[in-house]
């Protein structure tokens, strides 16, 4: 474990149904629960770099960071209740206090971010896109 103090970051949820099943798309192997927090703003992205964690970037998440866990995440409400994760969409607004730990891969990858709480101050329900026809597509 780190000595560094962990970190309040505001962001979004991306993929939120791997919080509470293990995404095995890639990995058929992986044991691990995920929680992705995406947009962070640059101020954020420095507080995380200063604890070793190495953040990522693609256009469509903005600054992100994956943390990885053995246990379900359970991400709460402003009053401490929690949210299931079924009723979370990508977009979903929250805030987490994040903390790191090394790994045999840290030298490489550099530290792990581990949540300590994920409190969601809005939520974005998913809603399947609908399939269009190409009369829908014409009448634009």
Same mark, same amino acid.
């Given at each position: ?46 507080? @995380? ?30 009053? @401490? ?6 009723? @979370? ?52």
């Amino acid at each position: 474990m780190s000595d560094l103090k962990p970190v309040k970051i505001s962001g979004e949820l991306f993929w939120t149904k791997w919080m509470a099943e293990f995404n095995k798309a890639f990995n058929t192997d992986n044991d691990k629960y995920e929680c992705t927090i995406g947009n962070i703003s640059d101020d954020d992205a420095a507080k @995380l770099t200063s604890l070793g964690i190495k953040v990522k970037h693609k256009e469509a998440m903005g600054n992100f960071i994956v943390a990885k866990s053995n246990y379900k995440f359970k991400p709460t409400d402003d009053t @401490l209740k929690e949210i299931p994760i079924e009723a @979370l969409g990508n977009g979903s607004k929250c805030v987490a206090i994040v903390g790191s730990y090394t790994h045999r891969m840290s030298a490489k990858h550099g530290n792990a971010p581990s949540l300590k709480t994920v409190m969601v101050t809005e939520v974005k329900t998913y809603v399947p896109e609908a399939v269009t026809t190409e009369d829908d597509d014409n009448a634009l």
